[in-house]
């Protein structure tokens, strides 16, 4: 018990020693976008409205293509640590937006160089790989 409670103090100094706009993930994962968005950094609130379908235009009234990868690692941390649901939960969501013609849902794509490819090709899009794909043809977005 003693060290289970010396565990969750250590946890929580070391989150809340970071400073702001450190990301607690994400050394692992680069947000990337096609060179015709306009925007360079993105909140973590403004990530979670584009992959939950809340934000559909980028700030010049662009069209954003959004685009995620079907499973792995990556797709259930930026999921998880980033959207701030379960993929499960994110399946759901876009499956009843489908069905209710409210939506229109994300290109799942299965590998993370397909992933990178698209993006670097379709105007607008937006997706995540690990930061050890290579992805020099696409705009890497920072996380504020």
Known sequence: MKIRTIMMVLV????????AGVPVLAEELVIIANDSVVVDRLGRGTISDI?????????????????????????????????????????KLWK????????????VLQTEADL???VAGTRGAVGYV???TPHG????????
Not at 54 to 63: F, I, P, Q
Request: aromatic share 10%; no cysteine.
């Open 12 to 19: 929580g100094f070391v989150l809340f020693s970071l400073p």
């Open 96 to 107: 009843k937006a489908i069905f209710t013609g409210t939506g229109t849902p994300p290109k």
């Open 51 to 91: 992959y939950l379908g809340n934000k559909t235009r980028w700030d010049n009234g662009a069209a954003i293509r959004v685009v995620m990868l079907k499973r792995g690692g990556a797709h259930e941390t930026f999921v998880r640590d980033i959207v701030g649901v379960t993929p499960a939960q994110l399946k």
């Open 137 to 144: 043809e696409v705009k890497v977005i920072s996380i504020r």
């Open 130 to 132: 690990n930061a050890s």
């Open 116 to 118: 990178v490819a698209f």
